[in-house]
């Protein structure tokens, strides 16, 4: 959760939990929340510690293993949960697995047990890992693609960006990257972030997709929109048409 570096905004949060144990009897542990400040007094931080009784944590925090940080993750940044993946990967092993057991365990974790079994295998893979994650009615495994959910889950940004609704990561989107530009003719800086790089290098893949109903024409582009039968009128006429 995210507030003003004052203690009234805090405040706000803290009447919020409160009021949310008191409905669900649930409680926030202590043990696993910190209060990440920028900016503040020491005597602020020290209020805030007294509020809520959490300690004052650092950055870069970590979710689910992985550090939530700006920059593109490192190899030495994931190891922690490689480390813990092998280990469980390990008693696996000992259990015997059938075909089918390690289909289960893959679904979860990663491709190469499915063939090998055990680390450090020299065996291949048999069938092309596309094939693998076909349906199973298409003669696949039925196990998820992850480029492609992630290219998906990086379309829905862009989706989010052009036509949803104005969050608080838009906004901020909208106001640090985009600025007065508009998101399908944006250039892609050389100093942005590799997440940022990505989602416009997909910009191409998405743009034909998209079809616009121009109704009252409040929300459509003229010129940037597919609207027209031909396509955005921007590919048809040159720059220099749209600013005069």
Avoid at 212 to 232: A, C, K, R, V
Wanted: charged share 20%; with cysteine.
């Amino acid at each position: 959760m995210l507030c003003h570096g004052s203690l009234s905004s805090a405040r706000v949060i803290k009447a919020a939990l409160d009021k949310f144990s008191l409905l669900l009897g649930l409680h926030a542990n202590h043990a696993k929340s910190n209060i990440f400040t920028s900016g503040v007094s020491h005597t602020i931080n020290q209020q805030l510690i007294n509020l809520f009784v959490y300690t004052i944590g650092s950055l870069p925090i970590r979710y689910l293993g992985i550090p939530i940080i700006s920059s593109r993750l490192r190899l030495r940044d994931c190891s922690p949960l490689v480390y813990r993946v092998s280990e469980r990967l390990a008693s696996w092993l000992n259990r015997g697995l059938s075909y089918a057991g390690r289909l289960q365990f893959i679904v979860s974790k990663f491709r190469s047990f499915l063939w090998r079994g055990i680390e450090g295998d020299s065996k291949g893979a048999k069938i092309y890992w596309s094939d693998i994650c076909l349906p199973k009615k298409e003669g696949g495994l039925g196990i998820k693609d992850l480029s492609s959910w992630n290219k998906a889950l990086m379309i829905r940004h862009i989706w989010i960006l052009s036509y949803g609704t104005n969050n608080l990561w838009s906004s901020w989107i909208k106001a640090y990257h985009l600025k007065d530009s508009n998101l399908w003719e944006a250039k892609t800086p050389c100093t942005c972030s590799w997440n940022w790089r990505k989602l416009l290098h997909l910009r191409p893949f998405v743009r034909p997709l998209i079809q616009h109903y121009i109704g009252n024409g409040s929300s459509t582009s003229l010129w940037f929109d597919n609207w027209h039968p031909d396509g955005p009128l921007l590919s048809k006429w040159s720059r220099r048409v749209v600013y005069d």
